[in-house]
């Protein structure tokens, strides 16, 4: 490694007070300027100040000047000049490793600009309880991508007793859930609304009505839902309401482990109308209940993070998948 040249820093070029600035100012790497990190980022992936000035469309004594400036205000040389081109010192590779994520950023807020301007772009940031994830979800998805080709989705599952960390970690945007957290600081949103079902194979009940009575259980092999948020809670307190005990064989976690259960022909089950939907197989069944036992489904966000204009459009398209599921 070369011998670091520190190079001092001339008063016009740091201001007349010594360098010594008034008002705040963002924080970039020793006083750099973002243009000073475009250049240097520019010249180190390049290799050359030629190469870097066709990159950035300009002209090759600015790049070299803007340079000089950088290395000016950082007080140490960041390339060693060859014949062969420029060779990053060991200084830059340091400062580089820096420079990269701010350039990265600022590359990012400038495409969320374009994006914003076209009013075609974003990310989506939606969580949303795993028997909404297994078809609906993916459905609305697909059919808002096909008018917004650019935008893009981070999408993943949550819990009830987790979505509101998720909301307020910043881990996602929207919430899709069926009960809003009581005295919670959000805002929430109805998007629709799903009904328990029966989930069944056609052998174990072949002569099964159009709806099905729950004393119509009362004698099947019944896989019953253990801590399954508050559409179990329904289902219990209907059970309770009814002074009904249904012959419990096995107790599953999950709806859609439920519903493997059914197909593997454990018993039958009641579960949500989209976990039975994205279950259903041939030889499996499905039916409302009677009466209908229904809850709703919301979306939810932090009151002071609103939502925007392509969040709000495709609840829209969401609501509309609900609306026929």
Not at 44 to 67: C, E, F, I, W
Request: proline fraction near 6%; charged fraction near 20%; hydrophobic fraction near 45%.
């Amino acid at each position: 490694m070369g011998e670091r040249r520190v190079i001092p820093a001339k008063a016009d070029e740091i201001g007349a007070t010594g360098g010594c600035e008034t008002g705040p100012r963002p924080y970039t790497p020793g006083g750099m300027n973002l243009r000073h990190i475009e250049i240097f980022h520019a010249v180190y992936v390049n290799g050359s100040v030629s190469a870097a000035a066709r990159a950035l469309n300009v002209s090759q004594p600015s790049v070299s000047k803007m340079l000089r400036h950088a290395e000016s205000l950082l007080g140490f040389q960041l390339f060693q000049r060859t014949n062969g081109g420029l060779v990053p010192t060991e200084d830059a590779h340091s400062l580089f490793a820096e420079v990269r994520e701010i350039q990265d950023r600022v590359h990012a807020l400038r495409e969320a600009g374009r994006n914003l301007r076209r009013g075609a772009g974003g990310t989506l940031r939606i969580s949303a309880l795993p028997s909404l994830a297994l078809d609906a979800i993916p459905t609305a998805v697909a059919r808002f991508l096909r008018t917004h080709e650019n935008v893009k989705f981070d999408l993943q599952t949550v819990h009830h007793d987790d979505l509101l960390r998720k909301l307020h970690e910043r881990e996602t945007d929207i919430a899709i859930a069926y009960q809003v957290p009581p005295a919670a600081p959000i805002t929430q949103r109805w998007v629709g609304e799903g009904e328990l079902v029966v989930l069944y194979r056609e052998e174990d009940m072949p002569d099964a009505p159009a709806a099905i009575e729950l004393r119509r259980l009362q004698g099947q092999r019944f896989i019953s839902l253990a801590a399954s948020g508050p559409t179990g809670r329904i289902f219990t307190e209907e059970l309770q309401r009814l002074n009904l005990e249904l012959d419990e064989v096995v107790s599953a976690r999950t709806f859609y482990i439920a519903g493997a259960l059914v197909r593997q022909g454990v018993g039958m089950t009641v579960i949500d109308n989209f976990t039975a939907q994205a279950c259903l197989a041939p030889g499996l069944a499905m039916r409302p209940l009677k009466p209908r036992i229904t809850f709703d489904i919301h979306a939810m966000f932090l009151i002071n993070r609103p939502l925007g204009a392509l969040a709000a459009e495709f609840l829209k398209t969401f609501k509309q998948v609900l609306d026929v599921s």
